[in-house]
């Protein structure tokens, strides 16, 4: 009983300071105050999303390029994305085309760095706007990037044959 009295004595001096001013003491009331707020519960950290990109391939858990621009003769890009500072947390991977909503991929945190990707086939049809976000458990985007998925250009024809004459002499 001794230790807890001293142990919350010892808490309350460490917390009084910063209510009472200069040559005065704390009232009851602000101790109160400031027991309540040291033992109030504090929220998870947001955490943050250090890197994200479009990508077209994954070696050792890291996007081996970097995708604005997709033609459509390509079918699958991958979406990395680097978690900080989450763990135990779930983000998930929202896939929109053109507004509207393709895909969510969630995933369980791991880690304070936690690295995940999420990858996309895609229809040669499904051209224009593509967003892939970070959404947090809550619902918050924490980042969004964008590539454009666009018709690939014809090849140039091929110059036409000329006929070639046989000439008799």
């Known amino acids: 009983m001794k230790h807890h009295i ?7 001096a460490m917390v009084v ?9 704390a009232t009851g009331k602000q101790m109160e105050s400031a027991t309540e707020q040291q033992t109030a519960p504090t929220a998870a950290p947001a955490g943050t999303v250090a890197r994200s ?17 997709l033609e459509n003769t390509q079918n699958r890009i991958y979406y ?3 978690i900080r500072d989450m763990s135990g947390q779930t983000v998930t991977h929202r896939w929109e085309h053109n507004g509207q909503v393709m895909a969510e991929v969630p995933f369980e945190i791991g880690g304070d760095r936690w690295r995940v990707y999420s990858s996309k086939s895609l229809e040669a049809s499904w051209t ?5 976000s970070v959404v947090d458990g809550s619902g918050a985007t924490l980042s969004a990037n964008t590539f454009s998925y666009t018709e690939a250009e014809a090849a140039p024809a091929a110059p036409a044959a000329t006929p070639q004459t046989e000439t008799q002499q």
């Open 80 to 82: 990395f994305t680097e």
């Open 128 to 132: 224009g706007e593509w967003k892939a």
């Open 53 to 69: 990109a479009f990508t077209s391939g994954i070696e050792d858990r890291e996007p081996i390029d970097e995708v604005g621009n």
């Open 17 to 25: 300071p910063a209510f009472a001013e200069e040559g005065e003491q």
């Open 6 to 12: 001293a142990a919350a004595a010892t808490m309350l």
